[in-house]
């Protein structure tokens, strides 16, 4: 019989000879699972990073590709802007990065010729006549600014000989100083005509710009179109027939089938648009709101020069170097000046800071200011002073009392100068300098007796009257003023000089 003990043993030897042991891990062991799992974690989390890796290097390449493209286009526009820029200005283009001072007359005035023609259309008839002529008058310190247009048919001296003679229209005058292609004659018919311009005026211009018809289009076009507020003496606004071929490709710009037509008010204007508008004359078969012809012309184009300037500074391109290159790079062959490339920044920020209000327009022709009229000259129309041909005096004077208003031309003193003893033709010598000088003498004449001083001063009115005309008067003549005249004259003045002897020279 067998024992409970050797039953139970005998169980377990039979187990061990069937069955494998379980075995505990060591601690090593232990310690390096964890290790293997812990690598193996972190493998599966450095999978993701290499797909961001790859995205982010993706967008890097996609980055630098646009930046090198954005590069060489910055570079096309700048070498063009260049090209063009090294042709209209003078000095190094370099200068751009430059601010310099504007040069000024004696007053502290800039002054500038603008000089408009179609020299751009080869073939054409007239090409080279400068139809459209306006001078602009700007004053850096006060930021204000003047403008008036020179009619082109007025009659002039030349001063020199031209193919039409010693004397002709204004307009005819430009090509007759050089009638070259090279730069250096260009400058040479910038010179001659400012010079012409400034003789005739009586202003110091020292500066020219020549433009041709595809720069108001081109920078019109460059700002993304102007708003022009027409101002015409019809209330239909203006209407030329002579531009309604363009409508061929423009329909939708001719919702009645006229090209240069608009209402009185503001009028969105594209390049073509603002070209057509400046040009029209009231010449087309239908027309209206153009009265006057030229001088209806030259009025749109200061309205077009102020829009433009209005569109250049509200869009920031006056602010924007890469829109000035812009800008300049458009224009290419069609302006040239005599404007340094150092003086560019002064006149945009001088542009960006002024006001619509602070630019004044003048006119010759206006009804209660007419200085200008229509007449003949042999068997040609022409447009001369009022005063008579070639007689300036009273455009100058306009000018000088507007543009060059100081406190003594508006305090309004009257002065009259007479010759009491002085050499034949004294008192109009002596009022010419004091006309210079800012003083308004209305009239010359001669003492009905002499003085025996170099010079006397009479007071009209009371003592604390015209006080800068009299302080004035006194510095000029070295002598204290007195009271009454000894004599009346029919003129109504505030002041009277008289000329005695004068030294001998």
């Known amino acids: 019989m067998t024992s409970q003990k050797e039953v139970t043993t005998s169980r377990a030897l039979h187990a061990d000879a069937t069955e494998t042991p379980v ?7 232990d310690i390096n699972g964890s290790l293997r799992a812990i690598d193996e974690d972190a493998s599966k989390h450095q ?102 247009s020179i009619p082109r048919d007025l009659w002039v001296k030349y001063g020199q ?30 010179d001659a005509t400012k010079k012409l311009v400034g003789d005739i005026f009586g202003m110091d211009i020292q500066y020219v710009v ?33 531009f309604d071929d363009m409508c061929k490709d423009a329909p939708n710009l001719c919702p009645n089938g006229h090209f240069m037509q ?25 027309n209206y709101g153009l009265t006057g012809s030229n001088f209806a012309r030259e009025k749109n184009q200061q309205l077009v020069l102020m829009a433009l300037k209005e569109k250049a500074t509200s869009s920031g391109t006056l602010t924007d170097f890469s829109k000035v290159l812009s800008l300049i790079d458009a224009m290419g062959d069609n302006l040239r000046t005599n404007i340094d490339a150092k003086e560019i920044q002064t006149i945009m920020k001088l542009a960006a800071d002024m006001e619509q209000t602070d630019i004044h327009q003048l006119s010759f022709v206006d009804e209660d200011n007419m200085l200008m009229t229509t007449g003949a000259v042999g068997t040609q129309s022409v447009v001369q002073p009022v005063a008579g041909l070639h007689d300036y005096s ?51 004449g001669n003492a009905t007796q002499d003085i025996t001083a170099r010079y006397a001063i009479y007071r009209l009115g009371s003592t604390e009257s015209m006080p800068l005309a ?13 009271g009454q005249p000894p004599q009346e004259i029919a003129e109504e003045v505030d002041y009277i000089v008289v000329i005695g002897p004068q030294p001998q020279q």
């Open 262 to 286: 608009f209402k009185n008010g503001p009028n969105n204007m594209n390049g073509d648009q603002a070209m057509t508008f400046s040009q029209a004359r009231g010449m087309g078969a239908l």
């Open 161 to 190: 000989a031209c193919f039409t003679g010693y004397e002709g229209k204004i307009n005819a005058f430009y090509t007759c100083a050089d009638d070259g292609e090279s730069k250096e004659a260009e400058t040479a018919r910038m």
């Open 23 to 29: 075995r505990q891990p060591s601690v090593v062991e």
């Open 394 to 444: 009273q455009i100058r004077k306009y000018l000088k009392d507007t543009i060059y208003a100081t406190p003594l031309s508006k305090e309004g003193a009257k002065v009259a100068v007479l010759n009491g003893g002085g050499p034949v033709g004294a008192a109009q010598t002596k009022a010419d300098e004091l006309a210079e000088k800012g003083l308004n003498v209305v009239y010359v």
């Open 47 to 148: 999978k993701k990073p290499k797909k961001h890796r790859k995205k982010r290097g993706k967008l890097k390449t996609v980055i630098l590709v646009i930046g090198l493209l954005l590069l060489a286009a910055l570079g096309v526009l700048f070498y063009r802007a260049w090209a063009a820029g090294g042709k209209m200005f003078g000095g190094n283009l370099l200068g751009i990065f430059q601010q310099q001072e504007l040069k000024m007359d004696e007053f502290g005035r800039s002054n500038v010729l603008v000089l408009g023609s179609t020299d751009d259309m080869a073939g054409r008839d007239g090409a080279t006549l400068t139809d459209s002529m306006m001078v602009i008058s700007v004053d850096q310190k006060k930021k204000d600014a003047y403008m008036f």
């Open 470 to 482: 009299r302080a004035k008067l006194e510095e000029l003549l070295s002598v204290q003023t007195n």
């Open 210 to 242: 020549h433009v041709n018809t595809v720069v108001i289009r081109d920078g019109v076009n460059a700002v993304g179109g102007i708003t022009v507020n027409v101002e015409s003496d019809d209330e239909r606004g203006v209407l030329d027939s002579t």
